[in-house]
């Protein structure tokens, strides 16, 4: 969930009911500050997300494969993705887009780095009045792939965003 702002945009969006999580006491913290209701916050100890098998219509990752440093945690993250899902159920996983490596947009920009390989580190630079870095992983679009459907989900599709309106730069 980390702070909060997408299960507040997918509230906005008509969800009945968000639930968000994350490993982070922190992040769990500053989730809650900003805290909506109709919007609950959990944190997950260990590997296993606090919820029922098969008790969510959908679930949405947004940049939370990119920061781990193995396809095996991944693939162990989107089976525990799939136990909670209703069968049928969807998944969305937002992420960086390999191409976006070299490249500056409006929030944040990723440092160049030369012939770069599935799971070579990369740095995330966070704009802002205080800007930070963050250390991600390179993934590809196949890495991606992989790893959903050795969770088991039957069909992955991959889309890019269309850049258009006030905030936006140009996407490759």
Known sequence: TGAGRSARLLQT????????????SNMIQQAKLNEVNGIEFHQ?????????????????????FV????KEEM????????RVLKPGGK??????????????????????KDNLQSGDPITCVVKGDNPFE???????????????????????QVSYPVSSGEGWLEET
């Open 134 to 156: 963050i250390d991600d992983i390179y993934w590809t679009e196949e890495d991606y792939a992989d790893v959903l459907k050795d969770a088991g989900f039957a069909r992955v």
């Open 44 to 64: 997950i100890q260990g590997e296993k997300i606090p919820l029922d098998d098969h008790s969510v219509d959908a679930a949405v990752t947004a940049h939370v």
């Open 67 to 70: 920061e781990m440093r193995t």
């Open 91 to 112: 998944l969305v996983v937002i992420s960086t887009s390999p191409h976006s490596v070299g490249h500056d947009y409006v929030s944040y920009r990723y440092k160049p």
């Open 13 to 24: 969006l008509g969800a009945q009911r968000v639930i968000g999580v994350d490993h982070d």
């Open 75 to 82: 693939v162990r993250a989107a089976r525990e993705i799939a």
